[in-house]
């Protein structure tokens, strides 16, 4: 309260739509190679299938946060990466695990090998699960069958 100060007529009508971080069209690069199988997930994340040892690569540089193994609720074997714009990156159902966590990543790093660990039943077989936390899923430009291929 402002002594003096008078109330506005009306709150202000512009509301953020969302949470997430605008970046650069370049802050990401793809993270493997391979096919979308499955579009936009609720908590923003795609698949991307390929065959099962295919390279994972830090999508954006970045501090590894948690590495796990094991079901996991059914994620598998997995990988967190911090950036430093506060996002975060999530990288499924891995075959293999080249970072523990603490470790400083670049972009492009090899951080896993792609695999079928967790729930992954049918089509989905061996394939990436690539999520973001606090900005747009670069991959969501993307329609299934797109294939991509990392750089």
């Known amino acids: 309260i402002i002594p003096g100060g008078k109330k506005p007529k009306?709150?202000?009508?512009?509301?953020?739509?969302?949470?997430?971080?605008?970046?650069?069209?370049?802050?990401?690069?793809?993270?493997?190679?391979?096919t979308i199988t499955q579009g936009l997930h609720y908590y923003n994340a795609i698949d991307v299938a390929n065959k099962c040892g295919t390279g994972i690569y830090a999508a954006a540089s970045g501090t590894v946060?948690?590495?796990?193994?094991?079901?996991?609720?059914?994620?598998?074997?997995?990988?967190?990466?911090?950036?430093?714009?506060g996002t975060v990156t999530y990288y499924g159902h891995l075959q293999t695990i080249f970072v523990k966590s603490g470790d400083k990543v670049s972009v492009g790093d090899r951080i896993a090998l792609m695999g079928n660990t967790g729930y992954v039943i049918g089509?989905?077989?061996c394939h990436l699960h690539f999520q973001v936390t606090g900005a747009k899923?670069?991959?969501?430009?993307?329609?299934?069958?797109?294939?991509?291929?990392?750089k």
């Open 10 to 34: 009306s709150a202000p009508s512009v509301l953020p739509s969302n949470n997430q971080t605008p970046l650069a069209s370049n802050y990401f690069i793809f993270p493997t190679s391979g």
């Open 65 to 85: 946060q948690r590495v796990r193994y094991g079901y996991n609720s059914g994620s598998g074997n997995y990988i967190t990466i911090l950036h430093a714009n």
């Open 123 to 125: 089509a989905t077989g």
């Open 137 to 150: 899923n670069p991959l969501s430009a993307y329609a299934v069958g797109t294939p991509i291929k990392m």
